[in-house]
């Protein structure tokens, strides 16, 4: 069974560090565009960051580029986001979602791309 677990969410001050991790099992994470997402209270879910299947391109939104980082461990199955200079804004419960990788095809943050989803970490950036 297709399954994300996502974990290292927490507390944080501002301008501090986190690193999430997103755990993949029952298919394969090679094959696979990574994204997370996340949404703050209020407000509608949003794309962060993708690392695609294979060839391994990254994309970011504007609001973490040069902050965030993401990337991936296929003997781990893993992917993940590393959080700096973090803001309050930065607060919300981060989701990691998986999308078949297609051959030429840029990943979007179009959530109907994703087929497989997370149950979501809780990250809170407060003083």
């Known amino acids: 069974q297709e399954q994300l677990v996502e974990s290292g969410g927490g507390l944080v001050q501002p301008g501090g560090s986190l690193r999430l991790s997103c755990a993949a099992s029952?298919?394969?994470?090679?094959?696979?565009?990574i994204a997370w997402f996340r949404q703050a209270p209020g407000k509608e879910r949003e794309g962060v960051s993708c690392?695609?299947?294979?060839?391994?391109?990254?994309s970011y939104a504007d609001s973490v580029s040069g902050r965030f980082t993401i990337s991936r461990n296929n003997a781990k199955s893993t992917v993940y986001l590393q959080m700096n200079t973090l803001k309050p804004e930065d607060t919300a419960v981060y989701y990691c979602?998986?999308?078949?990788?297609?051959?030429?095809?840029?990943?979007?943050?179009?959530?109907?791309?994703?087929?497989?989803w997370g149950q979501g970490t809780q990250v809170t950036v407060s003083s």
């Open positions: 690392i695609s299947g294979e060839i391994g391109s990254t």
């Open positions: 029952g298919f394969t994470l090679n094959y696979y565009t």
């Open positions: 979602a998986a999308a078949l990788w297609v051959a030429g095809y840029k990943p979007t943050f179009d959530e109907v791309e994703y087929d497989y």
